[in-house]
Structures are given as structure tokens and as C-alpha cells.
């Protein structure tokens, strides 16, 4: 009995992606990636220059920024202000969010039904990530996509 509670327990643990390996697997699967926080290029940093370098190796960009109500477009893509205009689901779902902020995409999140949930370099939300480990959803924290990605095209 107290094996299976561990095994039951212990299983929404498996949708935490830590491992260099299990990295490299969810970005060979990903091909859609939704970008919650993106900057423009005016802006410039690393919510705009990961999701560009991401796109120039093959991944689908689809822009959700949070500000810049101006801008239509970034990446030479039509933004979305919503994960709920997007259609069909993407694969990932990339966050540049402070950590404080990661819990008001939650629910959003969880509605769209990505596949994985990337918090980027610095972002870390233990609580959020369990929730959507919990609903099935692979999760990596505070982890770079462009580090990772360049360090598999060495």
C-alpha cells in the first residue's frame, strides 16, 4: 500500500523537467511556442532576443506580450493578448514574467493545455509548477531556452 501512495504521489513530480537530457527532449517535441511577456525589438533584453533566436533555429513564435498596447506585431508576427485567441493550442507556453506574476497565468495556462510550461532564466514558481505538474504539464524553471539551444548546435 505505501508503495503505490509513493508511486501516486511521487508521479506529478515526473513533469518537472530538471535534467540536461529531458531539456534537450521537450525542445526536440516543441515546435508551437507561445511567448507570455515578449518584448519588441525597441525594447530589446532577453524577451526579445530568446524568442528571435528561437525562431531562426525553426520555432513557431507566437507573441503575447503583456504591455505595448502600440504594437501589432513582433518577430514579423501578429501578437496575440491572450493565450485564448491562439488556435490551435501550441506546444509550449514560454513565460518572461517576474516570479510574482507567474500565478495570473495560471488558469489561462491550464485552460490552453500546452504540453510544457518553460519559466525562463530567474523565474521560478514552485507552487504554479506544481499545478501544472499536477495537471499533467511538463515544466522547466529557471532555465535559458537560448542557453540550452546553443549548447546542442555546438
Given at each position: 500500500?505505501?508503495?503505490?501512495?509513493?508511486?501516486?504521489?511521487?508521479?506529478?513530480?515526473?513533469?518537472?523537467?530538471?535534467?540536461t537530457?529531458?531539456?534537450?527532449?521537450?525542445?526536440?517535441?516543441?515546435?508551437?511556442?507561445?511567448?507570455?511577456?515578449?518584448?519588441?525589438?525597441?525594447?530589446?533584453?532577453?524577451?526579445?532576443?530568446?524568442?528571435?533566436?528561437?525562431?531562426?533555429?525553426?520555432?513557431?513564435?507566437?507573441?503575447?506580450?503583456?504591455?505595448?498596447?502600440?504594437?501589432?506585431?513582433?518577430?514579423?508576427?501578429?501578437?496575440?493578448?491572450?493565450?485564448?485567441t491562439?488556435?490551435?493550442?501550441?506546444?509550449?507556453?514560454?513565460?518572461?514574467?517576474?516570479?510574482?506574476?507567474?500565478?495570473?497565468?495560471?488558469?489561462?495556462?491550464?485552460?490552453?493545455?500546452p504540453?510544457?510550461?518553460?519559466?525562463?532564466?530567474?523565474?521560478?514558481?514552485?507552487?504554479?509548477?506544481?499545478?501544472?505538474?499536477?495537471a499533467?504539464?511538463?515544466?522547466v524553471?529557471?532555465?535559458?531556452?537560448?542557453?540550452?539551444?546553443d549548447?546542442?548546435r555546438?
Amino acid at each position: 500500500m505505501t508503495e503505490n501512495l509513493t508511486t501516486t504521489v511521487g508521479s506529478w513530480r515526473d513533469h518537472l523537467v530538471e535534467s540536461t537530457p529531458d531539456i534537450m527532449r521537450v525542445l526536440e517535441r516543441v515546435k508551437r511556442v507561445a511567448v507570455i511577456g515578449i518584448k519588441p525589438e525597441i525594447v530589446g533584453g532577453p524577451a526579445f532576443y530568446v524568442p528571435e533566436r528561437m525562431q531562426q533555429v525553426g520555432y513557431e513564435i507566437l507573441p503575447v506580450p503583456v504591455y505595448y498596447p502600440e504594437i501589432r506585431e513582433i518577430l514579423g508576427v501578429p501578437i496575440h493578448r491572450s493565450l485564448r485567441t491562439i488556435v490551435p493550442s501550441v506546444d509550449m507556453v514560454q513565460l518572461f514574467r517576474r516570479p510574482n506574476d507567474v500565478p495570473r497565468h495560471l488558469d489561462e495556462i491550464l485552460a490552453h493545455k500546452p504540453a510544457v510550461v518553460w519559466m525562463q532564466l530567474g523565474i521560478r514558481h514552485d507552487e504554479v509548477a506544481e499545478q501544472l505538474a499536477r495537471a499533467g504539464i511538463d515544466v522547466v524553471q529557471d532555465r535559458c531556452v537560448k542557453v540550452e539551444l546553443d549548447r546542442v548546435r555546438r
